[in-house]
């Protein structure tokens, strides 16, 4: 296994670890604020 | 007079089967389907002889396991809203209507697994070793996945859901029968002991039914 | 009653959760490379704990699920709910993580050992559970029949491992390399142990706020359904001529 295409793979581990993670995390952000938009029309 | 919990058992059986034969939907639908399924297969896999033997009782079982849950949630086999309304007026024990609704399907399982299973036989050439033993296989597969089913109807239970998610729920958690079933009819051909699977089906069965009879009264009171 | 600004309670789980990456890539990054398999170890320090996180998630589900049904209170709901999201999320990063480390180590995307097929089970058991949340808006038996498919899942589970295991057993994979391999130097121990609480205090940010969504989700499901229903005026209707109400 070279160098090269080892880094290859851990690259893409990490990048999907990351991008998803942001991904999740905001989308749980977004969800709550759109939540509290909703609460706030009514009250 | 009262009935007792298991006259209570046999009434809902008796009347969820009674249903089924009125509309015919297992028999008309589900088993052609199910059929369908293993006629799909060879086509898509390739027909040769050694490799349908080798896979045959596998797809056999598969087929069981995701089509057949489809037996518990057959449209007879539902009640509507103010059906439900009427069984839980009438008294009956919740526990007991699960039992009955689980026979039923287990009843009607075991009619699938046979049919299906001589048709596995003949388009996959199978040659089944050990018959003696293949009755209480099917017996037991078919009781644990009619419980399941029942069980897993029971929790959905809402005009909401979607048609697959019965079989989503029951799928995985099928696996332990899905291994014992597949592992014992391989353990006949190799000649091995098989005690240890049946085993596993007994406990998966009792497993299930205890979970089932708790379970009852707790969602029958969720409406 | 909400508050516009945001206060440190309300923020501190983002802030965490960002540190707690930070701190794994960092050790990911600084710890030494496996004298077997090379670079390719440092995809363990994420795909490892996230093994762990997924189990952990599934266990709170099933626990707090338990709960709900002893209790009734609806924090148990929200607690079982907000576990199994996030619990989804790290099987399926996990999965995946497995699978990218997977195929240059041993030249397959999937093997079916054990744990693999294990993991990929409790995964679907997850998203059955999820779905099922959203066949209903009502609060209550929503939270009555999850939890009952929770209690479902911790029994059925067991029997699934058993199976599973024993399936394995008797159709032995050839030796593969185990993603702990028993001889790991100090270093990678360490930074193993770092990434292990990095990531259980991003499970701990992520449900601190996913239940504060769950909590409010609750609010608007609520407020909806006091809107949709009738007052108590509604019940005397005006006379009117010639048709039928």
Redesign the interface.
Known sequence: MDFGSEWGWVAAAYAVTYVSLIAFAGSIAIRIKKARLKLNERS | MSVSFFGQARTVASRDLLRERRSGEVAWVTLPFGAVALLLVPIAIGTDAPTLRAVGIGMFWVVVMLFGVLVSVRRTGADSQSQKDMVSLTGIDPAASFVGSAWASSLLLIVFEVILGLLTIALYDIRIVGWAWVPLILILVAVGLGLLGT?AGG????D???AA?VP??V???S??LL??AT?AFEGLRLGHSIL?WIL?LV??VL??AI?GVL?AR??Q??? | MTTTAPDRSRVWPWIAIVVAGLVTLVAGMLVPQDAVQGQLSRILYVHVPGAWLAYLAFGVTMAASAMYLWRSTLIWDRLAASSAEIGVYFTGLTLALGMIWGKPTWGVWWTWDARLTLTAIMFFVYLGYLALRRTTDDIDARAKRSAILGVLAVVQVPLVHFSVVWWRSLHQAPTLLKPESPDMDGEMVVALLVSLAMFTLMYVAMMVKRMELARLEEQVLRAEQSDAGPVAGAAVTAPSLGEES
């Open positions: 069980l929790i959905v239970s809402t909401r859901s979607a998610l989503l729920i799928a995985p958690m696996v332990p291994i014992a592992q240890t596993m406990v998966v497993v299930l979970a379970s707790p969602l009171e969720t409406g």
